[in-house]
């Protein structure tokens, strides 16, 4: 399932191409982390994060990954979000304070689990980095149609906005 | 090296009448059936080796007494507030410094404190109130009245708890009401520079600035997650602020300084007697109390007590 991604703030300048280039550098971070921390069971589960950002992630694993959360469960993505909040300087994006939500469905009776929150990054050199997070996980009850349906809501909205705001 | 903050706390979720918002990032709210829920929180801030020390960063925050024309970095620094943050538990300690105590200036002999910054620039002021408390700031910040009250006007101000209604005829005669009061940019400058009419003097302005600061830190850790707060706050400092910090680096301490737990922030006023030396009025600094605050602050961020 592809992530949806969309700036909605920046505090500075920044050009189209460099804007597109931060929402797919931080998608690919949050990517990275999600899947291999709640939708496998890979060595490690924080790709992306600076090694400090990691070691913290490692005491917070219950929540940090889908260890705690989803025992041996088969797990899938139902919804994965994530905006961009950025600090601009001299026309580059120095900072990203992203707000993520990703939902998974889990086992034979499709039980919900959110996570959200925010993650915070900076670039290193080329590559986007996480150093800090605030993030909650839990059990949700199941609505099955809701997703699709706000879904749609949601990109009958973005169609009707003006195109201050990038998406990929 | 390598600094870490980790804490992981639990928040549960109220309901009422059969129906619970929960905010999803930019996607409007849904509404879900009514449960109590409770809610794993998991934060943490990597400042990396901003930080000098194991888990405790240290500022030297500075009000210069510049005044327009004049270098910022070159005359007196008339608010000095020692900070220390806790990254690893969101504790945080303020110094305050009597701007008058006299104290050996590196490289000028002795002299009230703030002139160290006329002296020697912020290196040398930032020396100068390290050997006082004990601990050497990784970092001073410096700041003019102007560019003060742009700051606090770009968070959309702050409220401060004022133990006494007071009232100075020369920077605030309309005065300040006792209680939780509102401050902006300009009333903020004021309830910082205030001294006539406070009964502590110096030392109870001292004291005010410490509520600026506090009720700065708490406004941060209230609307971080408002769209575009944090970035504002950090382009803020980069224009009205003087340091050597990257936009990256202030970025990532912004977060640190966001996640500072408002509960857990201590401060002390270092306190002191009066003398004349060399015809100058000064303050005698309370040399052991600033050890002993400084002792107290530069592992844990807190200070047991005044």
Request: glycine share 10%; net charge neutral.
């Amino acid at each position: 399932m592809r992530t949806k991604a969309k700036v909605i703030e920046i505090t500075g300048d920044l050009s189209k191409n460099e804007r597109q280039r931060v929402v797919k550098g931080v998608t690919r971070v949050v990517d990275g982390w999600w899947d291999a921390a709640y939708l496998s069971r890979a060595d490690n589960p924080f790709p992306g994060f600076t090694p400090g950002a990691a070691k913290l992630a490692r005491g917070d694993a219950d929540i940090m990954t889908g260890r705690g959360l989803l025992d041996d469960a088969d797990v899938a993505a139902t919804r994965r979000r994530v905006t961009l909040d950025v600090l601009a300087a001299k026309k580059r994006a120095v900072g990203v304070t992203a707000g993520v939500l990703l939902v998974l469905e889990a086992g034979d009776d499709a039980k919900r689990y959110v996570v959200r929150g925010t993650v915070e990054l900076e670039r290193d050199k080329a590559e986007w980095r996480i150093f800090g997070y605030r993030i909650s996980a839990g059990p949700e009850p199941a609505a099955p149609d809701r997703d699709k349906k706000n879904d749609n809501q949601d990109d009958e909205k973005n169609k009707a906005r003006p195109s201050k705001e990038d998406k990929s | 090296m390598t600094v870490v903050r980790r804490a992981l706390r639990s928040a549960v979720l109220a309901v009422i009448l059969g129906a619970a918002l929960v905010a999803v990032p930019d996607s409007g709210v849904h509404p879900m059936e009514s449960a109590l829920v409770k809610v794993e929180v998991a934060e943490g801030v990597d400042v990396g080796d901003l930080a000098h020390g194991e888990d405790v960063i240290t500022f030297l925050a500075v009000g210069s007494d510049a005044r327009p024309g004049e270098d910022m970095l070159r005359t007196r620094g008339d608010a000095l507030h020692m900070i220390f943050v806790n990254t690893k538990t969101g504790a945080a300690a303020d110094i305050g410094i009597p701007r008058d105590s006299y104290v050996p200036i590196p490289g000028a002999g002795s002299d009230r404190i703030n002139a160290a910054l006329y002296y020697g620039g912020p290196d040398a002021l930032g020396q100068a109130v390290g050997n006082l408390v004990g601990v050497q700031p990784d970092y001073v910040f410096v700041t003019r009245f102007l560019y003060f009250q742009h700051m606090v006007k770009s968070i959309g101000g702050i409220t401060v708890d004022n133990p006494r209604a007071f009232s100075d005829e020369y920077m605030w005669p309309q005065g300040f009401k006792a209680g939780k009061i509102r401050l902006s940019g300009l009333t903020a400058l004021k309830f910082a520079r205030a001294r006539k009419g406070l009964p502590g003097g110096d030392f109870d302005r001292s004291a005010n600035q410490s509520r600026i600061l506090a009720g700065i830190q708490r406004e941060i850790h209230e609307h971080q997650d408002d769209k575009g707060f944090i970035a504002k706050g950090v382009l803020s400092v980069m224009e009205n602020l003087h340091t050597d910090l990257a936009p990256s680096e202030l970025f990532r301490i912004a977060h640190a300084i966001a996640d500072v737990d408002p509960a857990k922030v201590t401060s002390c006023v270092v306190q002191g007697g009066f003398a004349t030396i060399g015809g100058a009025s000064v303050v005698t600094p309370d040399t052991a109390a600033a050890q002993r605050y400084g002792d107290d602050a530069r592992n844990d961020a807190t200070i047991k007590s005044c």
